[in-house]
T-cell receptor, first 112, second 113 residues
Framework: QKEVEQDPGPLSVPEGAIVSLNCTYSNSAFQYFMWYRQYSRKGPELLMYTYSSGNKEDGRFTAQVDKSSKYISLFIRDSQPSDSATYLCALNSGGSNYKLTFGKGTLLTVNP | DTAVSQTPKYLVTQMGNDKSIKCEQNLGHDTMYWYKQDSKKFLKIMFS???????INETVPNRFSPKSPDKAHLNLHINSLELGDSAVYFC????????????FGSGTRLTVV
């Protein structure tokens, strides 16, 4: 079983839709959970950062972490064509471990 | 001012050649990384340096050798290039320890022909 599983999509939605992106993981040591957004031919950029379980909201974006189910989600409300990108979940276990473990990424297209 | 800059952006080379990719960050971060992104967009860590000390060395062929002359620079040298080395190589940096936010460069697209 891979450490982090993410449905690669592609996911295509109309403008204004609510988008749900998800990752599952197997290593219960993970405690830092991030979502990165990567536009075509660009480097990933941090979108959301969560420590341990719970919800975090930033504008149209909400990140949820359920450590008991080893399941993390990113919700995008009122999606816009500019949200079209690959979304990657990234996890870290903390302590002396500096490594970010990424999911495979989900390609999202928001159609006007 | 670009925070993490990589050169070159594109690299096309023949099998068997040796090439280097350079990375510089002006964020004052202590830790730098090399990640490889394959054609399916999967990002996999290769190496990491913290204050010029190698702290992560994943299972990577010996043909790949990182070098960090100072904490603002991390270079990647690849010997005897193979077709399977074709990928996008990303440099990243972070401040602080585990759980820190990474800042990525824009990538070097390597094509081996």
């Amino acid at each position: 079983q891979k450490e982090v599983e993410q449905d690669p999509g592609p996911l295509s939605v109309p403008e204004g839709a609510i988008v749900s992106l998800n990752c599952t993981y197997s290593n219960s040591a993970f405690q830092y959970f991030m979502w990165y957004r990567q536009y075509s031919r660009k480097g990933p950029e941090l979108l959301m950062y969560t420590y341990s379980s719970g919800n975090k909201e930033d504008g149209r974006f909400t990140a949820q972490v359920d450590k008991s189910s080893k399941y993390i989600s990113l919700f995008i409300r009122d999606s816009q064509p500019s949200d079209s990108a690959t979304y990657l979940c990234a996890l870290n276990s903390g302590g002396s471990n500096y490594k970010l473990t990424f999911g495979k990424g989900t390609l999202l297209t928001v159609n006007p | 001012d670009t925070a993490v800059s990589q050169t070159p952006k594109y690299l096309v080379t023949q099998m068997g050649n040796d090439k280097s990719i350079k990375c510089e960050q002006n964020l004052g971060h202590d830790t730098m990384y090399w990640y490889k992104q394959d054609s399916k967009k999967f990002l996999k860590i290769m190496f990491s340096y913290n204050n010029k000390e190698l702290i992560i060395n994943e299972t990577v062929p010996n043909r790949f050798s990182p070098k960090s002359p100072d904490k603002a620079h991390l270079n990647l040298h690849i010997n005897s290039l193979e077709l399977g080395d074709s990928a996008v190589y990303f440099c990243a940096s972070s401040q602080g320890g585990a759980g820190s936010e990474y800042t990525f460069g824009s990538g070097t697209r390597l094509t081996v022909v």
